[in-house]
């Protein structure tokens, strides 16, 4: 038993530290967003928001430690106990607190204060309007998964004006050609031009590449199993653990409409990408208005996007959109194709284009757009 305790340590190890390699390759674009707010010198708090296992605290916790001198990472879920240090929202006060419980000193303009999972103190989130008015020198970045339940909720008051917020998606098609060591694959694709297309040699390439992108998707674990494993199926289960802790979640939101709708509409949108959403498509037997408050739910945890008809005439397209004619947009392409039940094979054998009646094309585009999203 002893053996095979040591021996299980070590592979664990071993695997975290082959992880933790990869985790470096994988350089995500958000990162020289975050390196101009670092550098502004009129920047406010900064809010990181998106859906679970998008890459958020990775991506911050890796920013600290590359551009700034000291990072005091702060962990609500993990650590609750550091929710007493904002029973003030003095800033002097909550560095001295925090700065005691964690042992270490902060220092403005060398130290990146990250307080992770800060949806769980809602205080941490009214006080960095205070730090903006008050201690404006020090780098303050928040970020969370379901923050946008606590942003929402009754009695919440949003620092309005004092925080800057950034939204945070799966791995783009770019992302993961780095991430696979394609940089020049990639830098080819954003030097393209329609007068010079690609040689026939290289336009199969690309395709190979993003046939792999659309079984993989872009959410950090699964690229990561991928780049260490190269094995498909170990990718899957990844995906299927992402996908059972987004039912997990619904408990925490159930309170506000049941838990069975909420699962209807989960697995209903990844079927019926490319068409226009029906409600009665989802159950004939429940009414539109308990599915529609399930959907809002769904899009407010960033699982879901909502792509509304829109004719087009002028600028803005959201004058012109149609609230009752949409189509619903999944989060990843991975977990679109998991949840629909496509294999590897599929994608590899197949044109892109006639994978689930184009759905899967779809999909792929309408991520990449808003990816494509500086906000």
Known sequence: MRNYLVKYAHDYYNTRRIYSKKEQDMKRDIEEILIEWKNDDHRRPLLVRGARQVGKSYTIENFGKKNFQHLVMINFEQYPEYKKCFTTLQPDEIIQNISVLNKQEIIPGETLLFLDEIQECPQAIISLRYFYEQYSSLHVIGAGSLLEFTLKSEGMKI?????????????????????????????????????????????????????????????????????????????????????????????????????????????????????????????????????????????????????????????????????????????????????????????????????????????????????????
């Not at 190979?208 to 659309?214: G, P, Q, V």
């Open 159 to 375: 620092p309005v004006g004092r925080i800057q917020y950034l939204y945070m998606k799966p791995m783009s098609f770019g992302e993961f050609l780095d991430a696979t060591g394609e940089n020049r694959a990639r830098k080819l694709i954003q030097e393209f031009s329609p007068g010079h297309p690609f040689s026939e040699a290289i336009h199969n390439h690309l395709l190979s590449s993003l046939k792999k992108y659309m079984i993989v998707g872009g959410m950090p674990g699964v690229v990561e199993e991928y780049l260490q494993s190269g094995s498909l199926e170990k990718c899957r289960r990844i995906q299927n653990s992402i996908l059972q802790t987004y039912q997990d979640d619904f408990g925490k939101y159930a309170r506000m409409v049941k838990h069975k709708y909420l699962i209807k509409i989960f697995h209903y949108v990844p079927v019926s990408l490319g068409n226009k959403f029906k409600y009665s498509h989802v159950d004939p037997d429940i009414q539109s208005r308990d599915l529609k408050e399930a959907l809002g739910l769904l899009q407010r945890a960033g699982i879901l996007h909502l792509i509304k008809r829109t004719s087009g005439y002028a600028l803005p397209f959201e004058v012109h959109a149609s609230v009752r004619h949409f189509k619903a947009l999944f989060l990843d392409t991975g977990l679109m194709q998991n949840m629909c039940g496509l294999s590897g094979d599929i994608n590899f054998t197949n044109d892109i284009l006639s994978i689930n009646k184009g759905a899967v094309a779809e999909q792929f585009v309408g991520q990449e757009l808003l990816g494509c999203e500086k906000r």
